[in-house]
């Protein structure tokens, strides 16, 4: 399956790690794979400043998202409802 992140980004959902809001504390561990993220350039920002919602933990990339983290994983994990 395939999730849309925002601004024409869509990323196989096999990949995520995480899906994290970007409003919550992080851990000294994940401000140090952010870091990572940025000098390896594997950082990608899909969404313009101060919109700022998620971040989505990938195998191979961050991406930062203009769309909460509710949103996504509603996304990913309830593609389908049963009837």
Not at 42 to 47: A, T
């Amino acid at each position: 399956m395939y999730i849309h992140l925002g601004n024409n980004y869509v990323i196989s959902t096999t990949g995520i790690i995480a899906i994290i809001n970007i409003e919550s504390p992080l851990s000294e561990d994940m401000e140090d794979i952010i870091q990572l993220a940025v000098e390896n350039k594997n950082l990608v920002k899909i969404s313009e400043k101060n919109k700022e919602k998620s971040l989505i933990i990938c195998n191979d990339n961050i991406y930062i998202s203009p769309i909460s983290s509710m949103t996504l994983y509603k996304r990913s994990f309830n593609q389908f409802k049963e009837v």
